[in-house]
């Protein structure tokens, strides 16, 4: 009888760290549980052993051979991995690499002859091919940013809730904005068209892959094909300011990088927003704190919320 409480505690053990499900919507703080955990075992002869796999575990305690087993709860430890490391504003270096690059490329193109060539050949190109301008980008430019919140209405969870999503939106375009705007006017590089001089660097382009990023990022959980849809509207976007001679292809380049950079800014920028406006997210938890000995057997739960 009294091994039979061993192995019934061991087997309850095991269905909850198998199948209970994690208490966790979008408020909480997720936590990665590993699939080991790390316990003492201490009986009359103060014997002890660590480290025991979880599935492996009724297994490896039948090698006592005691009459009897208590698991303290201060003996009781459960490592959790350490979270991810950040660099430059709860961010890493590597999410600015890409654009970083386009910005170069679009501002060193202006400069360079041969980069330079390539605006004037595409632009040759679209003046022999194409003769009447197409009209959607005027559109296409906010499909992105439309669908971070209309999926989310539609059933597909997001990463963020609604708040942090309207933090995150607003700030990446206020950022995307004055970047675009002082670019234009401190460059003066005329449009392929003529029509001003303002070419430099493309807003439609910037606003579509601000939205593109934030959908890509708040989605990719879901779908990674949700984040390469909404960079594919964002790169056509784009495409469709070349060939309607709004703008060279270096100006497309830069803007989608403002646009990248914009939207990892906002979302780097959003524990400061809940910093500023005392923002605390509710977290909740469960602890499941087991007992056992000769005479019973039981369990504890403590459930925050």
Request: net charge positive.
């Amino acid at each position: 009888m009294k091994m039979q409480y061993k192995y019934s505690f061991l087997f309850l053990v095991f269905i909850v760290l198998k199948f209970c499900p994690v208490f966790a919507q979008e408020d909480t703080i997720r936590v990665e549980r590993k699939n080991k955990f790390n316990f003492s075992v201490s009986d009359s002869v103060n014997q002890q052993k660590s480290g025991v796999d979880a599935i492996s575990t009724v297994h490896d305690l039948s090698d006592f051979n005691k009459n009897s087993f208590v698991l303290p709860y201060d003996q009781m430890t459960f490592n959790i991995g350490k979270p991810k490391q950040k660099n430059f504003v709860n961010s890493s270096y590597s999410t600015y690499i890409i654009p970083a690059a386009l910005i170069s490329y679009g501002v060193v193109a202006h400069v360079n002859k041969s980069l330079k060539e390539i605006d004037l050949s595409t632009n040759h190109e679209v003046g022999e091919h194409l003769s009447k301008p197409i009209p959607y980008d005027d559109y296409m430019q906010f499909a992105p940013a439309v669908c971070v919140y209309g999926l989310d209405f539609m059933g597909i969870k997001a990463k963020h809730n609604l708040r942090d999503r309207t933090m995150v939106m607003a700030t990446s375009y206020l950022i995307m904005g004055i970047a675009v705007q002082e670019m234009k006017t401190t460059t003066h590089i005329a449009r392929p068209d003529g029509s001003n001089m303002k070419s430099f660097p493309s807003g439609h382009t910037a606003t579509a892959f601000v939205g593109a990023h934030i959908l890509f990022k708040e989605y990719k959980d879901s779908s990674p094909w949700i984040g390469v849809g909404g960079y594919a509207v964002a790169l056509a976007t784009g495409t469709m300011r070349v060939l309607n001679k709004k703008h060279w292809v270096s100006d497309v380049a830069a803007g989608a990088g403002i646009g990248i950079l914009s939207a990892e800014l906002g979302y780097a920028l959003l524990p400061v927003w809940h910093n500023v406006f005392g923002i605390k997210d509710k977290t909740k938890s469960l602890v499941i704190l087991p007992t056992v000995s000769t005479e019973n057997l039981g369990m504890g739960l403590v459930y925050n919320f």
